[in-house]
């Protein structure tokens, strides 16, 4: 063919073969360039260098799939939410034994096949009589849906990752001297004084308009964004697939007539299906209507006014949504919440009344070093006074004067003397325990983190949109 343009090649023929060749040519590769790289590319995932395949998350998650439950199964081919976080925990698993494969590879660690062999002999029920034995070795594979090259995979990542990942699991040994400064700042004790002034102990008169107002200047009440939307609902047994498509075939007819212009009132009575109008509700409210799920709530708050949702599968039927209109955020009339506004201004009133009282103890206690009608208590680090006295016992110096505010009250507080825990083994015992785990813990992360950055994920979006968020 080629020899044929080139001897031929001011025919007229052969400048249209030549044209259409060249044609050819040019298109694929403005495909390639549309399409990132390639028609045929399959990578949903970069780990690094490396890539995770539309093949290898179907494997994975099919094998996943296959040990659930009928029931759970159901639930994730039902449910979009199941089926995105499910989608969700396959990927990220995958991503996890890249990353491990990827260390492995670059710490030159290497599981041959011989290593793989003595591990599958090795394995009790592959055995008989102490033995290998190939027949129940076949049986276990054809009864687990595995391949024997499926199952060399498994115990090749399984000993990867015991190799990469095995030293993060070795305990660390906690110092002594750590182990006796963690005990003596847990269980060490402190003497306190102090005096309680409590709000509720002094009378205000009732407030007039205009001090309401006042603090309504200082203190606005701001009511959310609401929006009001209204929608038309066909009913169908999701659960039977002649319903499903008879409501499907309903619904269309009505969208169709939404389409051409018509309300969706009208379109709804023309059908015979449900219109409904809801009251204004915000992001964080209920619309307070069995059919309208927190994700159509997001939904709704992400339309613009006037415009309808698409066709959308509820629980119980169809749905279409329409967004009536949008209620910007905004201050309250002062009248409606007048009412509101009293008990606020009294308790803030009681508020200054009772400070201007602790602060007068506070400063005779500063002059003088000493007061009357204190209470004396020895505390722990979570017993003996209000959480905020305790805090402010145990974080500030002995000798410390200072007020501490609690919900309903101030306390002047004066820090005393500070009491070393007597030793007992069995609590020091647990706590070097503790703080093993919580260092073996923290090294973890750590490495985890550390193989994040090594290995940086790069979603490929076009396929991964086109294969999993389908």
Same mark, same amino acid.
């Given at each position: 063919?080629?020899?044929? !343009? ?6 007229? !023929? ?50 996943? !799939? ?346 002047? !507080? ?57």
């Amino acid at each position: 063919m080629l020899e044929y !343009l080139r001897n031929a090649a001011e025919k007229p !023929l052969a400048k249209f073969l030549i044209a259409i060749l060249a044609f050819s040519f040019i298109g694929w590769g403005v495909a390639e360039w549309i399409f990132g790289g390639g028609m045929n590319d399959t990578a949903l995932v970069s780990v690094g260098d490396a890539e995770i395949s539309v093949n290898q998350f179907t494997n994975a998650k099919s094998q996943m !799939l296959g040990g659930m439950s009928r029931e759970q199964q159901r639930s994730i081919y039902t449910d979009a939410h199941a089926t995105k976080s499910f989608n969700n925990y396959v990927m990220g698993d995958l991503t996890s034994q890249q990353m491990v494969r990827n260390r492995a590879h670059d710490l030159g660690f290497v599981v041959s096949d011989h290593r793989i062999a003595r591990e599958i002999r090795n394995v009790p029920v592959f055995q008989e009589n102490g033995k290998f034995s190939a027949e129940r070795f076949d049986n276990a594979l054809a009864a687990n849906g595995l391949t024997e090259d499926r199952l060399a995979e498994i115990l090749r990542n399984d000993i990867t990752r015991t190799m990469v990942l095995g030293p993060m699991g070795e305990k660390i040994k906690t110092p002594d001297f750590a182990v006796d400064a963690m005990y003596n700042a847990r269980y060490a004790t402190r003497e306190i004084e102090y005096r309680v002034v409590n709000f509720k102990d002094f009378g205000i008169k009732k407030p007039t308009d205009e001090m309401l107002k006042t603090y309504y200047a200082q203190h606005p009440k701001m009511l959310p964004e609401t929006r009001t939307v209204s929608y038309v609902f066909v009913s169908a047994d999701m659960s039977k697939p002649d319903e499903v498509d008879a409501g499907m075939e309903r619904m269309t007819r009505v969208e169709d007539e939404i389409i051409a212009g018509d309300t969706l009132a009208n379109a709804a009575k023309k059908h015979g299906a449900k219109f409904v109008q809801l009251k204004p509700f915000a992001r964080n409210g209920a619309a307070n209507d069995a059919n309208i799920t927190p994700q159509m709530v997001a939904q709704i708050f992400n339309m613009e006014p006037g415009t309808d949702s698409e066709m959308i599968e509820a629980k119980k039927g169809f749905m279409i949504i329409h967004l009536d209109a949008v209620n910007p955020a905004h201050n309250a009339e002062f009248t409606s919440v007048k009412n509101e506004l009293i008990p606020e201004w009294t308790r803030t009133e009681k508020r200054k009344m009772a400070y201007e009282k602790a602060n007068g103890i506070l400063v005779d206690l500063n002059a003088n070093n000493k007061w009357s009608g204190a209470t004396k208590k020895t505390v722990t680090r979570t017993e003996g006074a209000p959480v905020a006295v305790l805090s402010d016992a145990f974080n500030n110096a002995v000798g410390t004067n200072k007020i501490v505010e609690t919900p309903d009250a101030f306390y002047v !507080l004066s820090i005393k003397s500070a009491i070393a825990p007597k030793v007992d083994a069995k609590k020091k015992a647990a706590l070097r325990a503790e703080m093993e785990q919580m260092t073996q813990y923290q090294i973890q992360a750590d490495y985890n983190k550390f193989l994040q950055r090594k290995y940086p994920v790069k979603i490929h979006s076009k396929v991964y949109n086109r294969y999993i968020e389908k």
